[in-house]
């Protein structure tokens, strides 16, 4: 981008050799000249341009106090001044106003290209970095809708370790929850073949609109997720706001969404209601509360019924429970093998428990839910019964301990003979692994042999694949893929069949010189020498 130029000086002679002064080879043009300050700050204020070069000296105004009004008009212009005078006071001056530059007369040009290069690249430095700056936020501004989502699921699922933490994202966001109720719904089509003919996405799309439109006429906000089974639906409200008032609202903004589902998608909808909540960090128990409604208003009226949590419960509180997101943590330390992390979280959760029949049945619960997990990921082999015992002994002893302590010690066991029964299957999957891509390297070494190859046929990526070989073998890819064309090579050159060149494509080098020379540094000789030993 050309930057434009303004130059002052009230000897004509100058001003006319300054407007010449090769500001092309800058990117620069002259867009004004003035032969006095007076003069320069109209057109100063007219053209705004990006550099100034001023005398000091000047009729009516000096190049010190134009320079200061300069600066208040248009802050971001460059100034250069000449000036016959050197010394402290004035530099320190010039300094103070936000001169970039100033140049002893008679003018050097060498400095004088020194310091508009200098003051050039300046200008477009910060230009690119408030371009870069514009582009980040742009960036960030799109990402924000997902981050929010992100916050919320991490709420309602009950997926965070520190409160304040949370507390602090929530409000970068912009988010301030002050009472809410949440709505649960789950969805089913009566008849598939007056289904509408929508795709996956673009149904729960469907779904998701209307309900965020009638829930937003009920309250403040409306914030949304969803499950595996149906939709999560936090509607907020003002503090001073009953919390029946709030429940009832959600009740009446549920029945129009009835209707509209039925009208729209030919399907009918449940809803559960949970209590009016205030404080944020429950909304773990509030889509607890909303699902149990949900899932008993599913057999009022075949499926389209509304249920509020209150009508549905006959505690005040709800009961004690391992959250989703205690859950999901455990299970990832299991999966990562991180045994002593995994009963250090256990011990954090279970300590919370309030009486030894809760925690008997929450143990087991979570017991047979990492059991399942790992079952997923590799089913229990025929000749795993050892294991089932174990597992079945253990349920046993939890159902049999009279202690917390003693409860939590038999889970600590089972979670610690399943980590470690993980990680020994993970090595043997890392193994067989890698000796498939040894297989398939020493099947395809004279094609265009790549890791971008190995992670395209293998789904993985080219660290990882570099790495699992390593593991395995010692070897990168790289030196694996040598070992194995130099082999083969060997093996063609001793049989005396084909030549030099012809090995050379056949292990898969293009460039004969080129293969000349990796088999001399790889044995010590050229292919010819070789064969002749």
Not at 20 to 44: N, Q, R, S, T
Not at 98 to 111: C, Q
Not at 478 to 501: D, F, N, P, S
């Amino acid at each position: 981008m050309e930057l434009s130029v303004m130059v002052l000086d009230d000897e004509e002679i100058i001003l006319d050799g300054l407007c010449h002064f090769p500001w092309k080879d800058y990117g620069c043009a002259v867009v004004a000249k003035a032969g006095d300050g007076e003069k320069g700050i109209a057109l100063m204020e007219l053209h705004k341009p990006d550099i100034i070069l001023s005398d000091i000296k000047m009729p009516e105004m000096d190049g010190l106090e134009f320079a200061r009004r300069a600066k208040e008009i248009w802050p971001e212009v460059e100034i250069i001044l000449l000036t016959g005078y050197d010394d402290f006071e004035f530099a320190k001056s010039a300094i103070h106003i936000g001169v970039s530059e100033y140049l002893l007369k008679p003018v050097n040009f060498k400095e004088m290209h020194t310091a508009v290069g200098k003051v050039c690249c300046e200008i477009r430095g910060r230009r690119k970095a408030k371009k870069d700056y514009a582009e980040l936020q742009k960036e960030y501004q799109k990402t924000i809708p997902a981050v929010r989502r992100k916050v919320i699921s991490d709420l309602i699922f009950g997926r965070f370790n520190d409160s304040a933490q949370m507390q602090k994202r929530l409000e970068n966001l912009n988010i301030y929850i002050e009472q809410y109720v949440l709505v649960y719904g789950s969805i089913r089509v009566k008849d598939d073949r007056k289904k509408p003919e929508l795709e996956p996405n673009l149904f729960d799309f469907v779904v998701e609109n209307i309900c965020e439109e009638f829930l937003k006429q009920t309250g403040q906000q409306v914030y949304y997720e969803f499950d595996n089974l149906g939709y999560c639906f936090i509607v907020t409200f003002p503090p001073y706001m009953a919390g029946k008032d709030c429940e009832e609202r959600c009740e009446q903004a549920c029945e129009k969404i009835q209707k509209n589902i039925r009208d729209v998608l030919q399907a009918e909808m449940s809803f559960g209601i949970s209590r009016q909540e205030k404080n944020l960090f429950q909304m773990n128990h509030a889509y607890e509360q909303a699902l149990d409604a949900c899932e008993q208003g599913t057999y009022l009226g075949e499926g389209s019924g509304i249920l509020m949590y209150a009508d549905a419960a006959a505690v005040e509180l709800p009961v004690w429970r391992v959250s989703d997101g205690e859950k999901k943590r455990l299970l990832s330390e299991l999966m990562q093998g991180n045994i002593e992390t995994a009963k250090k979280l256990l011990q954090e959760i279970f300590e919370q428990c309030p009486d030894i029949e809760t925690m008997r049945y929450n143990a087991m619960e979570v017991m047979l839910l990492c059991v399942q997990y790992l079952a997923k990921r590799k089913p229990l082999e025929h000749g795993d019964k050892e294991n089932s015992t174990f597992v079945t002994e253990c349920l046993k002893k939890v159902y049999e301990s009279h202690t917390k302590q003693a409860v939590l010690s038999v889970l600590k066991s089972i979670v610690e003979y399943l980590a470690e029964r993980n990680r020994d299957e993970r090595v043997s999957r890392n193994q067989k692994s890698a000796k498939n891509m040894m297989e398939y390297i020493e099947e395809n070494y004279g094609e265009d042999l790549s890791l971008d190859t190995l992670s395209a046929h293998f789904k993985l990526s080219k660290t990882y694949i570099n790495r699992l070989l390593k593991n395995y073998s010692g070897k990168s890819f790289l030196e694996i893929l040598l070992k194995c064309r130099m082999e083969k090579a060997e093996e063609l050159i001793v049989g005396g069949k084909y030549k030099i060149y012809e090995i050379a494509e056949m292990v898969g080098y293009h460039d004969q010189s080129y293969f000349i020379r990796v088999f001399k540094k790889h044995y010590g000789m050229t292919p010819n020498v070789y064969k002749r030993i």
